[in-house]
């Protein structure tokens, strides 16, 4: 049979395998009694596996091509958007120029016949309460209106202060709804004022008597219907960022009411507004001060005109200026916060020169409140909570408005605690397995990659604010900080041995090495924090020599090595020679004899392998712990050849053990010395002391234990 897979045994393969009756178990039996033997059935499961292939590749092409689709009907879908919500402004725009058109040209017909005025206006407004339209052409029936809502709200009354324009528009019960699980929460009572919303809920016992709940101007209110789903409807929503509240009518019509009602005053009170802006931007003419006869005064007048004339000329009437206010909304509602803030660039800089009048202030008063709302969006965008993915990069966006918003304290903060929950998350998704140098180089390759990154990061962000720089090295002792709990956690609290331990305080200590790229050292940062496990380490190790050479030197029967094999002896060479001792040779004999207790060769390999690892975790701070380690190792081994000295009688035992005395004073002293000035940059005054001693130290001759 050909082992590639023609078209018409393909075809019929694979029809044969997506038929609805197909049996695997069948197939194969039928196969296996059609077969010659073992060649056939390996070709066609080569047929099988071909065919398999085949339809992977299929498969990746068409989950591509879907992916690519559904790419582009999602970019389709969003410039569809963009393009509704461009029309639906152009006709909020149209239908608001041509409402306005529609009321200035009522109010034109009001100022020519004020009577009939004040009956169109009692009649053309079905929704205002029944003494609302009998006082509707009276500023004193609104206001006695006023007086009777503060009397029947308690605690509004300072919040709402009487003022001769403000007036009662529409009032009404409404039941006001969770906006997550859509459970009724309480009813309240709303009034609908000319410039603003109060809300209020009844009191308990007491018919017709309500307490303050809320207040919201209409200048920063929006209006959305809710569509009705069963038993939800008749509601509404009314957005006040960052907020919003569900409120549901008793009935349609009520519904339609609120909404219209709402709108309608929205309007007029941006229409008065806009109005009053207009005329207070006018110049006034200046009174005619009264003739003196004081010829200095004339001088005084002429000085004090100059910047009166120059207040006048604010002109706040431009287009872009009135509908700054609703453009920031806008902005900061679809997450444009560079074009926000570049609104406020251009406001400032416009009225960087000019004086501050009445009109300014006011503006200036809602334009803060968007500052505000867009100061909280921007610091929600840095809080932990939001998703760390993306690296430090990430929030580049949300710290560069910040600084221009002048928050530039405020963004250091919130970026470097926004770091430090991405850094504290990343090590503990690290998964400790395998060795434990293994996860310290995960450990130290997460860390130490972010601590980079985000210094980067910063010195970005922050190149012109230096007063932020002692910020982020406070934020890198603490973030180090953090690694070494994780360090300490994994090394030297699971008891690894002091090679394990050296070779991880290396690797991080290589790792610290990188920040010295972007002028940041933090060694001595990792030195102070690790120093007492490191000495901890060292002691315990210390100890753990100190006993197995006493346990040792309580069978020490003061015997020659016999190694049996050349291989052993050449291995012992091979040892000692790493060890630093270089004549070892004359103390070897013939046939694999060594000249030296079996104790004295153990305690030197054991001395030396702790040297060479405690000067891999060496630093200042750990001088003297590492030199009183090795001076009370040495002691232990020096005491007992002086005690065997002292206490043996045989002369041949004798002799042997001045040979390993000597081998100790005259080669491994002079050795460990050597390794340790090496190692340390400078010697060391104790060990000096203890190889020049002129005769082995004093021990009790009667004793019999070795004094340590």
């Known amino acids: 049979m050909a082992l590639s897979l023609g078209e018409g045994g393909g075809s019929r393969l694979r029809r044969q395998l997506e038929s609805g009756g197909f049996a695997a178990g069948e197939y194969v039996k039928q196969l296996s009694q059609q077969s010659d033997g073992d060649r056939d059935l390996q070709e066609h499961r080569q047929r099988i596996q071909a065919l ?9 092409r068409n989950v591509y091509q879907n992916y690519r689709q559904f790419i582009e009907t999602a970019r389709e879908i969003s410039y569809l958007e963009s393009e509704m919500y461009q029309l639906s402004h152009i006709l909020t725009e149209q239908k608001g120029i041509m409402e306005a058109v529609t009321q200035a040209l009522l109010l034109q017909a009001d100022r020519d016949d004020p009577a009939l005025g004040a009956r169109r206006a009692a009649a053309a407004d079905p929704f205002l309460p029944l003494s609302a339209k009998e006082a509707a052409a009276s500023e004193e029936g609104r206001q006695r209106t006023l007086t009777t809502l503060l009397e029947k709200v308690e605690g ?11 007036y009662l528009v529409y009032n009404g019960d409404l039941v006001e709804y969770d ?21 209020a809920t009844a009191l308990p016992n007491r018919r017709g008597a309500y307490r303050y709940d809320a207040l919201y101007p209409l200048d920063g209110l929006a209006v959305v219907n809710v569509k009705d789903n069963p038993p939800m409807k008749d509601m509404f929503k009314l ?6 509240r569900i409120f549901q009518a008793e009935n349609a019509k009520i519904k339609k009411e ?15 507004e806009k109005r009053r802006l207009e005329q207070e931007a006018l110049p006034r003419p200046a009174p005619t001060p009264p003739e003196s006869t004081n010829p200095f005064e004339v001088d005084e007048e002429e000085e004090e005109e100059e910047p009166s004339a120059e207040e006048e000329v604010v002109d706040l009437s431009l287009e872009w200026i009135q509908e700054l206010p609703e453009d920031l909304d806008v902005c900061i509602a679809q997450r444009d916060f560079e074009g926000a803030v570049d609104l406020l660039d251009k406001l400032n800089e416009y009225l960087g020169d000019k004086p501050v009048s009445q009109p300014v202030k006011e503006l200036r008063l809602k334009v803060d409140e968007r500052v505000r709302q867009l100061t909280d969006v921007l610091v929600f965008e840095l809080s932990p909570d939001r998703s760390l993915r993306g690296g430090p990069r990430a929030t580049r966006r949300a710290v560069s408005q910040l600084i221009r918003l002048g928050q530039s304290t405020k963004a250091c903060e919130l970026f470097l605690k926004n770091r430090a929950a991405a850094v504290q998350t990343a090590i503990r998704q690290l998964r400790i397995e395998g060795a434990t140098l293994l996860y310290i180089h995960k450990l130290c390759h997460v860390f130490f990659t972010s601590l980079l990154e985000t210094a980067r990061e910063f010195e970005t962000d922050f190149a012109g604010n230096n007063g932020c720089y002692s ?33 991880c305080v290396k690797v991080a200590k290589e ?9 940041l050292d933090l060694t001595f940062i990792i030195h102070a924090l690790l120093v007492k496990d490191i000495k901890g380490a060292l002691q315990s190790y210390k100890d753990i020599i100190i006993e197995a050479t006493k346990h040792r030197n309580s069978e020490e029967m003061w015997r020659r090595m016999n190694l049996m094999t050349p291989e052993a002896l050449g291995k012992l060479r091979e040892e000692m020679r790493g060890c630093g001792v270089g004549n070892f040779d004359q103390y070897t004999g013939d046939d694999c004899w060594v000249n030296l207790s079996y104790t004295v060769v153990a305690f030197t390999k054991q001395t030396m392998a702790f040297l060479e690892e405690a000067l891999k975790l060496y630093f200042p701070e750990l001088h003297m712990v590492l030199l009183e380690s090795l001076v009370e190792i040495i002691l232990v081994a020096v005491q007992h050849v002086d005690y065997s000295l002292r206490c043996e009688q045989d002369p041949e035992k004798k002799a042997f053990i001045r040979q390993n005395a000597s081998f100790l004073y005259e080669t491994v002293l002079p050795v460990v010395e050597k390794r340790f000035e090496e190692g340390v940059g400078k010697p060391a005054k104790q060990l000096q002391d203890l190889r020049n001693a002129s005769r082995l130290m004093r021990v009790n001759p009667e004793s019999t234990t070795s004094v340590v």
């Open 258 to 272: 609120w909404l219209e009602v709402l709108e309608e005053t929205k309007r007029n009170r941006a229409l008065s």
């Open 471 to 503: 910020a982020f090295v406070v934020w890198a002792r603490s973030s180090m900080k953090m690694f070494v709990d994780a360090f300490s956690k994994q090394v030297f609290d699971s008891k690894e041995s002091l090679s394990t331990a050296a070779e």
């Open 52 to 60: 398999s292939e085949e339809t992977a590749q299929s498969l990746k």
């Open 511 to 519: 790792h610290c090495k990188q920040l010295s790229e972007i002028g």
């Open 156 to 166: 509004c009354r300072d919040l709402l202060p009487e003022s001769p324009g403000k």
């Open 239 to 244: 957005l006040m960022f960052p907020e919003s």
């Open 179 to 199: 906006a997550d699980h859509m459970a009724q929460i309480q009813r309240v009572h709303a009034f609908l004022m000319n410039d603003c919303l109060l809300v």
